[in-house]
């Protein structure tokens, strides 16, 4: 069995966020559109504030072009999040679409040879993986403090219940404690508002 050379292969061809270079070419000028649905296997996000989920699918729609230097990829991502109100905690779904663009330089180009590997992403055995930079790109376009619409008015300080839920004109009474020792020695004063009458 020839195992060990074949078996990453094989197993690289069933992973869709890997791309198989030799389907471009290593000519210059040359492009192939890559449309891929990637199933998310490491949730992005802070779970509870923003998230996408394991299992769900982000679409990628891009652009292989052969360059010298290696192959420039660009296009969008579209993702699926899930999280909550920031201001009234209910849950939030929305769908975020955000741009890539990375250029994956071939092994003993200039650029591998004058980079280092975290500031251009490598060509590795003919395949690319899109996980890092579509990861990147999408994590970055998460929202810091969703929002179910962008009025939404939070929650009473009072009680804690939606002011969207809330009657028109809801309030607690509330005095400041200044105010109500006035108002209790205003009514402990025999006569106390018509005495003042009296005297002009
Ligand atoms: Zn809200
Ligand atoms: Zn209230």
């Not at 309030?171 to 404690?177: A, K, L, M, N, Y």
């Amino acid at each position: 069995m020839s195992d060990e050379s074949s078996s990453p292969q094989r197993a690289a061809a069933r992973n869709p966020w890997l791309f198989d270079t030799h389907e471009l070419g290593r000519r210059p000028g040359s492009s192939l559109p890559l449309r891929r649905d990637l199933t998310v296997e490491t949730a992005l996000g802070v779970p509870d504030v923003v998230e996408v989920t394991v299992g769900s699918t982000i679409t990628v729609d891009l652009l292989a072009e052969s360059v010298v230097e290696g192959i420039l990829m660009s296009g969008t991502a579209t993702a699926h999040t899930e999280g909550q109100c920031s201001r009234c905690l209910d849950p939030v779904a929305d769908d975020l679409e955000v741009s890539v663009t990375e250029l994956f330089a071939y092994p003993e180009s200039t650029t591998d040879e004058t980079t280092e590997e975290d500031e251009v992403s490598r060509i590795v055995d003919d395949w690319i993986d899109l996980e890092p930079m579509v990861r990147d790109a999408v994590v970055l376009a998460l929202p810091l403090a969703p929002l179910c619409s962008e009025d939404c008015a939070g929650l009473c300080s009072g009680c804690g219940v939606k002011w969207a839920d809330l009657e028109p004109g809801h309030g607690h009474e509330t005095i400041d404690p200044r105010w109500a020792a006035l108002v209790q020695r205003l009514e402990d004063t025999p006569g106390g508002d018509t005495a003042s009458g009296s005297d002009r």
